[in-house]
């Protein structure tokens, strides 16, 4: 039977798979806890390869299945709470009448969602990559804010602003950019560095929240310059299809640039489900 819950659980922080490899959608695990939260069924595991909600990602979706597939918990979302992923969902009814839960220890196996993680991966790396466009067209001095790369209006924010009388072609040019860059190709790599090593690939300087004896992981596209970042991402930036640059708008100092992503002409990736082509 599934524990109550009783504040958080005295466990290990839950190891982080997806940090390492961000294209594993399948791996074993064993189970340290399910429990009840507000009525609510949350599995937590050693170590995870479904990414938790953060970054300005949506989590992914999936499934923990027992090792004979016969214990099915359909896992809708992930979250991250003092160092614990907590998978939260639903045990699915088994044909069998096998037991409706996972005992504490039990092998397992989890499987990521493969269209909504290739779909999160594509839009989170059109966020870095409207970053290095950016810097190509000239406006290095809008510095990174924050990002929303969720399927209903995905966004970039710089701090600074560009002048209401060039807002157009900037977006033309940026857009022109991306997919320029996007057409040519270019692999995306993750590594976990030194805090030195980190610093010197962001170009001297890292944001304030990470901790100088911390090993930041950094993402980068193409050269070996590049952002800290904890997100999943595409392999080669080609996956993200075509890109748009809906709309700069600048207010209160910050720009903020809208974005999509299109695939429509491409059949080695899943087409989004709710967004036509514009
Ligand atoms: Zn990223």
């Known amino acids: 039977m599934v524990e109550s819950a009783g504040g958080a659980p005295d466990l290990p922080a839950t190891q982080l798979g997806y940090f390492d490899d961000m294209w594993q959608l399948q791996a074993s695990a064993h189970v340290l806890s399910v429990l009840v939260e507000e009525s609510k069924i949350a599995i937590i595991v050693d170590c995870t390869i ?24 359909r896992v809708e979302d992930v979250r991250t709470r003092d160092g614990l992923v907590y998978h939260y969902g639903f045990f699915e009814a088994s044909d069998l009448g096998n037991s409706s839960t996972f005992q504490i220890g039990q092998e397992v196996i989890l499987y990521v969602d493969k269209s909504r993680r290739q779909l999160n991966s594509r839009l989170h790396t059109a966020g870095h990559l409207i970053d290095v466009c950016i810097e190509n067209i000239g406006l290095s001095s809008l510095q990174p804010g924050k990002g929303h790369h969720f399927p209903d209006g995905p966004f970039v924010e710089y701090k600074g602003a560009v002048p209401a009388s060039d807002i157009e072609s900037r977006r033309a040019a940026l857009e022109a950019e991306a997919n320029r860059l996007v057409a040519a190709g270019s692999t995306v790599q993750a590594a976990v560095c030194s805090y030195e090593e980190a610093r010197n690939r962001c170009g001297g300087q890292l944001p304030d929240y990470i901790a100088k004896d911390s090993k930041p992981r950094i993402v980068s ?58």
């Open 50 to 73: 479904l990414y938790p909600q953060g970054g300005g990602q949506p989590s992914d979706k999936g499934f923990i299945l027992s090792i004979d597939e016969q214990t099915r918990f």
């Open 221 to 278: 596209i193409g050269s070996s310059f590049g952002c800290p970042c904890g997100g999943t991402h595409v392999k080669d930036i080609s996956e993200i299809g075509s890109m748009k640059v809906s709309q700069i708008r600048v207010k209160k100092g910050l720009t903020k640039v809208s974005y999509n992503v299109c695939i429509c002409q491409r059949t080695n990736v899943p087409r989004p489900s709710r967004k036509k082509c514009r």
